[in-house]
Nanobody, 120 residues
Framework: QVQLVESGGGLVQPGGSLRLSCAAS????????MGWYRQAPGKQRELVAL???????NYADSVKGRFTISRDNAKNTLYLQMNSLKPEDTAVYYC??????????????WGTGTLVTVSS
């Protein structure tokens, strides 16, 4: 099995910064695309940022210029640097990974989420 564990969420004032991490572990042969999604209360889950194994990135328009996604392939870890945070960034942030396991099965995996609250 594969586990994704997010960390780094918390309460921050508007204009502040947070760095989220997502550590992948378990029966991993290879990680393909990895991404951050978020779900605010009463809203659908939405893509925040995506990074493929080659390093190309894609961002939601609402976070472009403020958030940066990165990955450390040696550590199987995904990051999201969030700057200039706004109250509307408040949500549960989920890590997602497209994984090839050592058993040569390929599936999508999700973490359990980390809460980010932007409030004064």
């Amino acid at each position: 099995q594969v586990q994704l564990v997010e960390s780094g969420g918390g309460l921050v004032q508007p204009g502040g910064s947070l760095r989220l991490s997502c550590a992948a572990s378990g029966s991993i042969f290879s990680l393909y695309s990895m991404g951050w999604y978020r779900q605010a209360p009463g809203k659908q889950r939405e893509l925040v940022a995506l990074i493929i194994s080659g390093g190309s990135t894609n961002y939601a328009d609402s976070v472009k210029g403020r958030f940066t996604i990165s990955r450390d392939n040696a550590k199987n870890t995904l990051y999201l640097q969030m700057n200039s945070l706004k109250p509307e960034d408040t949500a549960v942030y989920y890590c997602n990974a497209d994984v090839m396991t050592i058993h040569r099965t390929r599936s999508d995996y999700w973490g359990t989420g980390t809460l980010v609250t932007v409030s004064s």
